[in-house]
């Protein structure tokens, strides 16, 4: 072999004799790592492109809402009913982010490098799950937040009215949770069923917006309580019944009694599939990986 | 203290594929070549090792422990560098292995500071602050190492480290490896289809084909005591061959070369005695190394 003494840079190999961290740090390093993809933060410029798109028109909009209410005194949209309306930016806002956090790391090949360390197999699926609902929950109660901050400094009714907008507000970050949960599962595993981008990015779109049809079709069926169950179709109006059946009067204001025939009583119906429907994506994501980690 | 070992470990895929046949094999701490054609059973044998793959069946050892039950453990102090490219193009090298490293469980100072040693350690300098996507095959062979180091391990499993590289890069990468190995006091088991490549470097050489163990040993074992003198004349090459026979030399016939083991200094001035008394024209007498691929070729011919 060539002589590996006389090279100048070497300064002789160190070892390491502190501490490994444990699981819970390793996690947690995961986790943070998925939710700085997710906003483009430590990549490209052109990676913060999009989410940072988003994030403005959320904000914008929560401002514009803000202004209105403060000046005129009239409600736009409740914190609940901000959540809904921004459902379809929360659809791209998955379609681009969900790759980006697991489909890139299916396609590059680097999955063998993680699952080579300690790192527990289904550790990887959650954290990036887990990152994923994060970064769906910042960007839809990140704005409640600023409307509610408008809200508070502009009440007329003393702390009271600030106690009065917190009990709005709270429901409302439940409600966001909500969206977050479902929509980082579903759009969690549809990415990781392919390393193309692209692909995973129309899968997540496709799933979201094309089983809305399905809910307009089942919903003008000659019968009542089809109609009703129509929501269960599509994971949006999934939510909204879920939404509709527990906030009631904070999502639905002022044609409240329509909306709430919408669901009938089958507002745990809609419930309990909500939490099968997260329940049912993350064991299968956890099963995909269990697959991909021994390849 | 005994760095891998397996008792007859057979691993069979779903289709009935066997990728590994009745292996037992224990190596010592050192540098482990390991060596067989492609798709001869070594990726599945460090998936194995890694605790990744169970095995069909027999028992495993890596580092005194069971990879099949303790796989976090052994996990912890293993480093693999794959065979395929691993690496995100639009990461720098820099944030890939402090990230990897501290999956591994360092702490994030001690993580930024050992991946930067560790791209030190294998070249990589100012540019280990550029997007990997930019890099040659030869960086990126550096980062997967690189990767590998970052957490200290006390054993490199390395797969087909010097694929995809020219052959100054391959040069420079055994060298890394055999550095890595005698100087940083980390073992490395290197797998690679070329013999030639691997038994530069290393101290035991394993040799499998077809999932089956063709053979192990250290490298010493195998390649000594078999220098041979190489005698080549132009013609009457029956005749010399007959008169060395005649002078108790083992002789064997290889093309138009006469192989003679050397014995001693003395096996120079009989075969030089024979020729000149048979008065034949003398083209060469050099000594030559058996190579290890020799030595595979004449046990399993069929393999060769």
Redesign the interface.
Known sequence: ??E?TGVI?DI?????T?????RR??FG??YL?GLRTAFGL???AK?KIFPWLVVGIVTVVAAGVTAVRSQIGEVVMTYAQFADNMSWLVIFFVAVVAPELVS??LR???L?????????RSDYPLAKLLALATALWLLLGGPQIVMFLGAAFTTDDGLTGVWNELLDLLPGLLYAGLWAAVFASVGLLVASLTGKRAFAAGGVVAVFLMTTPIVGTLSIMPSRTLNELAGLASPSTLVQGVGVWSLGDLLVTENGGAAHSLIGDFGPVYAAAAVLLVAGCVALLLARYRKV??R | MTLIATESLTKTYGGGVRALADLTVAVEPGIIGLVGANGAGKSTLI?IL?G??APTSGRVRVLGLDPTTDS??V??R???M?E????????TAA?LVT??G???????T?ARE?AS?AL??V?L?EERYR?VGGYSTGMKQRVKLA?ALV??PDLLLLDEPTNGLDPAGR?AM??LV???G????ISVLVCSHLLGEVE??CDTLVAIDGGRLLRADHISAMTSATDVLAVEVSEGTEELSARLAALQLPVRRDGRLLLVELADDATYDLILGAVAELDLPLHRLDQRRHRVAELFATREPSHA
């Open positions: 072999m060539p590996p840079h002789g190999y160190q070892r390491y502190g501490p490994l961290l444990g740090h390793v390093a995961l790592h430590g990549r490209s990676a890139r790391d590059s090949g680097v063998p490098l993680y699952f080579s360390r300690p790192l527990p980690a021994t | 998936k890694l990744l793959l976090a453990a996990r912890a293993v480093g693999y794959p395929h490219d691993a690496l995100p193009p639009d990461l944030e990230h990897l501290r999956i591994s469980g360092l702490p994030r001690v050992r040693e030190r350690h070249g300098y997007p990767q957490h200290d040069d055994l060298a055999h550095r890595i005698t100087e940083f006091g530069r470097i």
